[in-house]
């Protein structure tokens, strides 16, 4: 029998969804409880304050996905309702197609139910443990169940559940089944209390929510924070993002202990079979040369594999000439959501954006987008700011520690006019973007917090921010020169006036005469010049007078707006 | 064409010139002598530091626009002043370009130095221009008589200057209309207002027979132009006393003689090519072992610079041989260092002893 400590190491299962899984099985002799207390820290409850958001973007990531999948443009409303101290209500509703009945229960209170994990496929579940974890969490913190309505179309019934775990058997103890009127389409909503703390800042649950909303452009969000503030991110696109494929695991991405696993539970009758059904890129001819250089015969059948040959298949694939793995399966943005994700939340003045073509490391195909929103309402003497994506879900712990930092440090921002000292995050009034799809992100730590420092990866990473800062130092110096040219013009309308005074007085000309003389210097010193202008690319979005409106909108009142400036 | 005529037609002449290069679609052009040291000549026949040929253009540019406005604006302020009869001092010149807008100055440094750009672009002192120095011209006691004119009536004024008792008569900015009757014998040019008090108090110009002007450090203008016409026009030879010091030599006697390096454009008329130098010397501090001070290293570097580029240094081997003594000594002597020997020593002993023997002098 495989043990744990044959996967430690490998970025391509998610170990901590696997120890859960291996755990889950023993339940018998160890509660689910337990097992969820030892292990809170890996599943994102580590504190109050991050149990708020943990549940938060669970419900949000389930939302997003359920919608996509069903083909409909989502429309989340939450809400978090403080109801007194440590303890908060959450309240999710989105416009999916809904969960059929008899799913319910199991969705939302039975531990890696339908669990999304070994599954090569760009999704936003790949991040998390699910939503029956906040509903775990919730039981554990106050007792108090959770409650979830659905229903799946206009002439069919509204289910409402009252639910709860049964910590022994991590089996749904339904404490409420009803039909109730709710006067929607279709969709689910779900309501937890739990123990859990309220900040803001930039790694609050408000922060999230933005951030989701701008690398989601086609997902209205209405949220509601404990300080009664409500927000509003409206959708920017009607366009749906393309489904992504799923796709077997190419085999330069292997390790050892997966390879085992995978040899364990395939259905395949010999070697051959298995590449060629397990994997892809590989065909009978590659499979027999791999077989041959690993020195195991090809009609061997997988379960009979020793770990000793395994070793030898994985060093074997290594050396073998093996096609790239697909790419159409990773699904980017595309350069104009993403401007268009940045220019509906952050006010600034220029905006450009990239998505480099796929790539891929150790097997698995990725895309790298990135996106600049400069000047307008940024402030230029902090460090910019930086916005991390994995398949379209927020990353805002860890920023030090990820890979898409150091490649953001190691690009040259001093050619691009934005100011930085050796080493360190860049000064300047820009926000950065950066977004990573793949069919498997890998991530430093099972917190999955931080991107893993992957040279394919960053090299990807600083072209594309190489291919925005180019632009950005195109528009930056043509602002410059502008401004010079416009201060220079503005000199020349101020003194010009004064020749012809001059002029005029000590020659006793008549007004005709003088205002010849000052068309005429006008005329030449402009002519000189040549004629100054920004070219009308589009980008100049930037209002002083929108600002407040858009600020309204937002629902950022002044008060808070200086309190945030502090 | 009378003087006044002159002036106005230059300044129209050279406006209506920028007039023109404008409507041709040229850029106009103000085309000064540069004023300073390094291009100035000094011919001792003449007596004067004189220009070189160097000039600076200012050519109208969106970056030279400004000073090329407030430089026309000036000149226009002068045409005024001209035509009228009237005058403006340094700074109400300023006070009156906060009129200006935009093109107004916003110090005075500012306005004083393109007033000596306009002065120097017609080769005309400033007061034929209309402007006037704000600074006193210099004191004067002895045996003259000022004839001026009632700034009302237009009636001559006769001012003895033996009459101001302890007191004195004071140079105005402008003497170009003065006269002078006089029967002295010499003038005599004091640095300090110190040493001239006690000249005056003890009635030296009688005993002596004399004029005492006192400069109060570098001389003026007017002062200059005043000396000049006294000594030019009633044959007076001229004395000056400073201290024994390169400030002294350098800045004070050597303006006076041969005027300066800033205004290089006038010096024909502002200096006074027939001054003789008394003292204090370098030698004097030997022969009347004079208590001294040490030279600062400023003071050594202002005579190494004097040794080196001052035109009028380097025409007369005395002045080089002075100052190099100087330099050796390490020393400098203020004039009332005299008062070691008692306070009326200057009067009873060094003047006359000056007087009677040239040789002590200084070119």
Same mark, same amino acid.
């Given at each position: 029998m495989t043990t744990l400590n044959d996967f430690s190491g490998t970025e391509q299962l998610d170990s901590n969804a696997i120890k859960a899984h291996e755990l889950a099985k023993k339940q018998r002799e160890i509660s689910i409880a337990e097992f969820f207390e030892k292990n809170r820290h890996l599943l994102g409850f580590d504190n109050k304050r991050k149990a708020l958001m943990t549940t938060v973007k669970e419900a949000v990531d389930n939302s997003l996905d359920a919608c996509e999948e069903a083909g409909i443009l989502p429309e989340l409303n939450i809400e978090i309702i403080e109801m007194g101290e440590d303890r908060f209500r959450i309240i999710v509703e989105d416009n999916g197609p809904g969960i059929v009945k008899k799913q319910i229960p199991k969705i939302f209170a039975k531990l890696l139910y339908g669990s999304k994990f070994h599954s090569l496929k760009q999704s936003r579940g790949q991040q998390g443990i699910g939503i029956s974890a906040s509903v775990m969490y919730s039981q554990l913190t106050t007792g108090k169940p959770a409650k979830i309505t659905s229903t799946i179309g206009v002439n069919q019934p509204s289910h409402y559940y009252e639910l709860g775990i049964d910590t022994q058997k991590n089996t749904p103890k339904i404490l409420k089944d009803e039909i109730v009127e709710w006067d929607k389409e279709h969709g689910t909503k779900i309501e937890l209390d739990l123990e859990a703390a309220y900040q803001k800042g930039i790694q609050s649950v408000d922060e999230y929510l933005k951030q989701t909303a701008i690398i989601n452009p086609h997902t209205t969000i209405i949220y509601t924070n404990p300080k009664a503030e409500q927000f509003i991110y409206a959708r920017a696109t009607d366009n749906l993002p393309v489904q992504p494929r799923e796709i077997r695991p190419h085999p330069?991405?292997?390790e050892i202990g997966i390879l085992i696993k995978m040899l364990s539970w395939t259905n395949a009758k010999t070697l051959q079979q298995f590449f060629t059904t397990e994997f892809?890129?590989?065909?009978a001819k590659t499979a027999k040369d791999i077989c041959e250089k690993a020195g195991v015969l090809i009609k061997t059948k997988p379960r009979s594999i020793s770990r000793e040959q395994a070793e030898r298949l994985i060093k074997a694939i290594r050396v073998t000439k093996i096609i790239a793995p697909p790419t159409d399966c990773v699904k980017p943005l595309g350069p104009q959501l993403v401007e268009k994700g940045l220019k509906k939340e952050i006010n600034a003045e220029f905006f450009v954006s990239t998505t480099r073509p796929p790539a891929v490391y150790r097997g698995n195909p990725f895309i790298i987008e990135a996106g600049i929103a400069y000047g307008g309402e940024l402030t230029s003497d902090n460090q910019i700011k930086i916005l991390r994506f994995a398949n379209s879900v927020p990353l805002l712990y860890q920023q030090g520690a990820c890979g898409i930092t150091d490649a953001i440090i190691e690009t040259g921002w001093r050619n691009y006019g934005i100011s930085q000292s050796q080493k360190s995050v860049p000064v300047g009034p820009a926000t950065v973007l950066v977004h990573m799809a793949s069919v498997w992100v890998p991530f430093t730590s099972e917190a999955k917090e931080a991107l893993a420092h992957y040279p394919e990866i960053t090299k990807e990473i600083k072209l594309a921010l190489q291919e925005c800062g180019r632009k950005l130092a195109s528009y930056v110096n043509k602002k410059k020169r502008v401004n010079e040219e416009t201060k220079k013009r503005s000199y020349l309308e101020k003194y010009v006036p004064h020749i012809g005074i001059a002029l005029k007085e000590l020659l006793a000309l008549s007004d005709q005469e003088e205002s010849r003389i000052n068309n005429t210097l006008r005329d030449m010193l402009e002519d000189i010049r040549g004629k100054v202008e920004l070219e009308?690319?589009? +980008?100049? +979005?930037?209002?002083e007078e929108l600002k407040p409106i858009i600020n309204e909108e937002n629902g950022v009142d002044d008060e808070q707006e200086r309190r945030s400036n502090q | 064409m009378n003087k006044k005529e002159e002036v106005i037609n230059k300044i129209k002449d050279q406006a209506t010139d920028v007039y023109q290069t404008i409507i041709k679609r040229q850029k106009p052009e103000l085309e000064m002598p540069i004023r300073a040291l390094s291009n100035v000549t000094y011919d001792p026949k003449k007596g004067f530091f004189e220009l070189n040929g160097a000039m600076k253009k200012r050519t109208l540019t969106v970056n030279t626009i400004k000073t090329f406005a407030q430089t026309l604006r000036l000149m226009g302020l002068s045409q005024q002043l001209v035509k009228t009869n009237d005058i403006a001092t340094k700074r109400e010149a300023y006070y009156i370009s906060k009129n200006w807008g935009d093109a107004s100055f916003s110090e005075q440094t500012e306005s004083d130095a393109i007033m000596d750009d306009v002065e120097s672009l017609f080769m005309l002192n400033r007061e034929r221009i209309g402007f006037i120095p704000e600074e006193k011209g210099g004191d004067v006691a002895g045996r003259l008589t000022v004839i001026d004119k009632d700034p009302d009536s237009g009636q001559e004024i006769k001012i003895d200057c033996?009459?101001?008792?302890s007191g004195s008569y004071s140079v105005p900015s402008t003497v170009e209309e003065l006269q002078f009757e006089t029967k002295a014998d010499f003038i005599l040019a004091v640095e300090t207002t110190g040493m001239y008090q006690r000249l005056v108090k003890h009635n030296y110009f009688k005993k002596s027979n004399c004029i005492l002007i006192s400069l109060?450090?570098?001389?003026t203008r007017s002062c200059r132009r005043f000396i000049r016409r006294l000594s030019d026009e009633k044959n007076l030879p001229v004395y000056a006393f400073t201290d024994g010091d390169p400030y002294g030599w350098l800045n004070i006697y050597r303006t006076l003689k041969v005027g300066s390096g800033n205004a290089a454009h006038i010096n024909k008329y502002f200096c006074v090519p027939n001054t003789k130098f008394f003292g204090i010397t370098a030698k004097d501090i030997i022969d009347y072992n004079l208590p001294t001070h040490p030279l600062k290293d400023v003071d050594i570097k202002r005579v190494q610079d004097g040794i080196k580029n001052d035109p009028f240094v380097l025409q007369h081997p005395e002045w080089q041989k002075a100052l190099q003594d100087l330099v050796k000594m390490k020393k400098r002597a203020e004039q009332q260092a005299l008062a070691t020997h008692g306070l009326n020593f200057v009067i009873s002993d060094y003047l006359p002893q000056k007087l009677e023997n040239p040789k002590s002098w200084l070119p």
């Open positions: 330069y991405g292997i892809e890129r590989i065909g009308p690319d589009g +980008t100049q +979005t930037y209002s | 033996t009459k101001f008792g109060g450090g570098v001389p």
